[in-house]
């Protein structure tokens, strides 16, 4: 939203601030003139009226501000208060997609740093600069009232301040565009050094990383002064006009004086509020950087805000069977450089309900893809998925995922209890049967019962405290607690020893027997027995079957097979 | 070894009333080097302070001496001189913006750098017991902090003391008794700041507390939003994070309110002071003790007393986040690697025909429970040893150690019949390489990852790269990537199966030609074929190249010379391969 819509929205707090300017200006504005009248009355006496206006207006203008502090405190906060949580709304309704291919660090400023600088408009902005317009107005008014040939002489002045403030700011805009980019950069560099630290540590690549710091620090560095030199004359200009202004008084208002056509007390009068006129536009130069910088800000919070998400259009909700068909289903992309990465092409299978089922072929992108397109989460280029015969576009996808488990290759652990990171709820409640057939399931009764508060057991960020292999088995148990009717496994049995694989595939045949199972693999031993078999290279399927049917007609699945261990050695 | 490098358990240093004592003492350091711009700056600050107050004085002599006995020529020369003195204040001003405004930026480039050249210097423990999100806000928005501070408030900060300064050298000068009745207010002023700076102070580290959580969240969030839109599990995202968003604002509402608390009671302590100095001076102008000029130079004088004092006060709320913020950099600065290296007294009475020994040692990453237990192991150049044994029996935890990732918590580790805390971690990078099982990579192309931080080829063209990493075997290798070795990697190999990393990884490793290679279930994700490629590149190594295989793959491990059992603590040799099956299909898993 644009920065009137979200005046709009809190309108009445911006009402109620303007107010309460209004009132601490008006209040110290009346000061002065107060005084000048005690001075030209030569009223002395301690307890004249004019005294003890004088400490009344003290003592409101205190309470006013501090409730001002307050309401624009609050104001300020309650604007990022809602911007965040808007953003939090539509970033937990994005796709996959959008939130894998946003640039690194970048969601992570808009939360943070954009968000400050949007606030800043409000407190330093907006506010300030609205009692300093208040200020400015008042003192313009007071002036006028005093000697109006004077004011006119001293307001001179402002047409060539707009003119110098509207030029600078206008060049300094696109570097806080810079800005908010460098310091996503920076995000995303961060990030990398404590994701990648142990393999940094292992290869003294140290000074490899303090190197592609520095270019982003010197970047940020860079930024910063140019902004600093735009800024920089806005103080000298601004100083001019001031003393100018104070000069233009003391010379015509002198004369003035010596004339007699004006007072002393009017003069000193005139001073103060010559001095209140110039602090205004003081502040509009310490404050306009803030706003400017703001709105720039503010621009890339609404381009999330308002990003398109895909409406989910299907609406079946229903349990499923667990029949899954791919009718010639491509999946391609686009590269940096324009062209069309195909990690897909043309497949076509059918995998029945209840049957188990395993995906083999080359390390490579595609396998893990199906995957996703078999839950929805992203959809193909080209052909059709279907679920119990039904095409995936008419199911609710929120809905369908709840029948699906899947567990992905590399290990994804969040930093909260076990139970959370397996059943996503920290309470315990009805599904506590689902959730501890799910920990047995995966074999992990026994590291549960070795935790120090078993199941709300804290794990730690990215899970550094679990071997592989466990992390592995968390991740099987996420899946099966959620009683899925079809189960994929990407690699799952890569880091499980070969004792704990088979103890676990037997459980999951007992405990889940009615699921389909889809378990894309390297090693064949384990999967000979399973109902189909599906050989899928550089994108594409060169053959489908159950073991026996591939050693026959597969010259590529012999080669795998032969590449294995033989049945007998591990028997013996 | 506790969590010793956890940033959650650090108390901040004790807080002095002013608040502002205790942690500043090394945030000079950080200055220092712009000593000289920073001396020119206080000059010009104070030539343009000076400015600012002699104008008041000028008026006043100007209205005294000149406009009320009507000397018109006078005027005009007083005029002069107050233009010159706007000139001064205007060539000062410029001056010292731009000084203050490059020392910030200055100082802020080296407190991001002093930060992430600490980052380097600690071991792979700190990473393990800190979050991702907290380090990234600390390096990124709680410099800034002080950034804002520096660059906004220094300069006011130090104009505001010098003009104070001036104000009241010329007041006392022109009435020393007025002058006492004006600036008596400050005694006032200087309690509450007392009594409220270390309440402000705490709300402050709160609320930078409270916005590194959210971060925090968000950030594993983004990086595990793969099984949030798997597990539909949106509406649990949303609520979490709207939580911790819910105790920002909190947070930041009180911290907020307590800065700016002053403003008020300083205003409100001028304008008693106005009234004062009215009362007074009509009274001294009654008994004839001042004229007319001093007490509308007072009145101006006043306001240029505690209008000050308001940008002090908003100076100050400024004063106490940076110094917050600060407190929590030192947290981390502050931070020591405890991890040994270059230990002048380490034993070097090893066998040095061995490769690496490991002699009595014992682990353990709590105090408590011990992870390996009393392992003796001897690895000779040259041969290939396998470590089998269940998931979570400790393989990985024995990799670190033979790394150096970790010190034994008992007994020693020697490489080439030293003590490994003797070498410096860059000679034990040369020496030891580890294929890790997840595998990571670096935003850049395939061939800078490759490369990364080896020294033996710098600037080699994509072509002889190619050519050596044929020559090693790589061809097929190399084919997988769309691009070659000219792909691009996007943060952290976005796009890529780990497979396909991990054969990146191998590239890499094998690369560096180290002595000692350890392969953490390196081909655990990679298919037989493509396995058997790998395996052929290993025999390219040189001869003399011992190599440590960690695995489940029986297949992996049947060319091996020697073979170790690891479970639960203990690692027994495990003699041959066909004893090492039976270890293993009997063997009862841990955990």
Known sequence: MTFGQLLKTYKWWTLFTILLGFSSTGLSLLVPKLAARAIDTGDFSSWSPTFTTLIIIGASAFVVVIIQIFTSNYLSEKVALDLRNQLIKKISRQSFQYIDESTPGQLQTIFTSDIEAVKAIIVQGFVTLLSALLTLIGAIIFLLNTNLRLALYTISIIPLLAVAFGLIFGSIGKLFQATQENIQSIYANINETITGSALIRILHGGYEEVKKFKVVNENAKKIGFSIVKGFALLVPIVVLLANVATLIIIWFGGKQVINGTMTLGDFSAFLSYSAMFIWPIFVLGFVGPSISRGLVSLKRINNVIAANIKEESGTYEGDIQGDIEFKNVSLIYKTENGSDKTVLKNISFKIHAKTKNAIVGPTAAGKSQLFYLMSGLIVPTEGEIFIDNRPLSEYKISSLLKHIGLVFQDSILFNTSFRENIAFTSESEKNRDILNKAIETAELTQLVKELPDGLETMVSERGTSLSGGQKQRLMLARALAVNPQILLLDDFTARVDQNTESLILGNVSKNFPEVTLVSITQKIEPIKNYEQIIVLMEGEIIGTGTHQQLLKESFEYRQIFESQMSTDTIKS | ?591
Request: glycine share 6%; proline share 3%.
């Open chain 2, 1 to 591: 070894m506790t969590k010793i490098y956890s940033l959650d358990k650090k108390e901040s240093n004790v807080i002095t009333p002013l608040g502002v004592k205790a942690s500043t003492g090394d945030f000079f350091s950080y200055l220092k080097e712009d000593k000289s711009k920073l001396i020119f700056a206080f000059i010009f600050i104070f030539m343009n302070s000076t400015a600012n107050t002699v104008s008041p004085f000028l008026v006043s002599k100007a209205i005294d001496r000149y406009i009320s006995v009507g000397n018109v020529d006078g005027l005009l020369n007083i005029i002069l001189i107050l233009a010159g003195v706007a000139t001064i204040t205007i060539a000062t001003g410029y001056a010292q913006s731009m000084l203050i405004g490059r020392i910030s930026q200055r100082t802020l480039y080296r407190l991001k750098e002093g930060l992430f050249a600490k980052l380097q210097s600690l071991p792979t423990a700190f990473f393990n017991q800190n979050k991702a999100g907290d380090l990234m806000s600390r390096i990124n928005n709680d410099t800034d902090k002080i950034n804002q501070f520096l660059s906004q408030w220094i300069g006011q900060f130090i104009g505001v003391m010098f003009s104070l300064f001036g104000v009241v050298c010329f007041s006392l000068y022109l009435n020393w008794k007025l002058s006492l009745v004006m600036m008596s207010m400050v005694i006032f002023i200087y309690i509450i700041t007392l009594l409220f700076s270390p309440k402000i102070r705490k709300e402050n580290k709160k609320n930078l507390e409270a916005n590194s959580d959210f971060s925090a969240a968000l950030q594993e969030n983004l990086t595990n939003f793969r099984v949030v839109a798997a597990y539909s599990k949106r509406d649990y995202l949303e609520n979490h994070l709207e939580k911790k968003n819910n105790a920002t604002f909190k947070s930041a509402l009180r911290s907020g309110f307590a800065n700016r608390i002053f403003e008020p009671s300083y205003e409100f302590f001028g304008a008693i002071a106005l009234i004062l100095v009215l009362s007074y001076g009509f009274h001294l102008i009654s008994i004839g003790g001042a004229t007319v000029g001093v007490l509308i130079a007072f009145v101006a004088y006043t306001q240029r007393f505690y209008d000050p004092m308001k940008t002090l006060a908003t100076a100050f709320g400024a004063i106490q986040l940076a110094s917050a913020a600060w407190v929590r950099l030192q947290e981390v600065l502050s931070l020591e690697n405890n991890l040994k290296t270059e230990n002048q007294k380490g034993d070097e009475s090893g066998k040095p025909k061995l490769r690496l020994e490991l002699k009595n040692v014992s682990f353990s990453y709590d105090d408590k429970n011990m992870v390996i237990e009393n392992a003796n192991l001897s690895f000779e150049p040259g041969k290939t040893y396998a470590l089998v044994g269940p998931t979570g029996g400790g393989k990985s935890t024995l990799a670190s150690i033979m790394a150096h990732l970790y010190d034994p918590t008992l007994g020693v580790v020697y490489l080439n019949g030293k003590d490994i805390t003797i070498y410096s971690q860059e000679e034990t990078s040369k020496e030891i390489s580890v294929i890790l099982q997840d595998p990571i990579l670096f935003t850049g192309t395939v061939a800078e990852n490759i490369l990364y931080a080896n020294t033996d080829f710098t600037n080699v063209s994509i072509d002889d790269l190619n050519r050596v990493l044929e020559h090693k075997g790589f061809k097929d290798v190399i084919k997988r990537f769309e691009n070659g070795l000219s792909t691009t990697i996007k943060q952290n190999g976005a796009g890529l199966s780990i497979g396909q990393k991990q054969l990146i990884s191998f590239m890499r490793a094998i690369l560096r030609e180290p002595k000692l290679l350890i392969l953490d279930e390196a081909t655990a994700n990679i298919d037989t074929v493509t396995e058997a490629i790998l395996n052929k590149t290993l025999e390219a190594l040189p001869p003399e190249t011992t190599k440590i295989i960690i695995a489940h793959r029986l297949n992996t491990i049947k060319d091996a010379d020697e073979i170790m059992f690891v479970n639960g603590r203990h690692v027994t040799p495990a003699g041959s391969y066909e004893q090492a099956i039976r270890m293993i299909t009997d063997a009862k898993r841990n955990s």
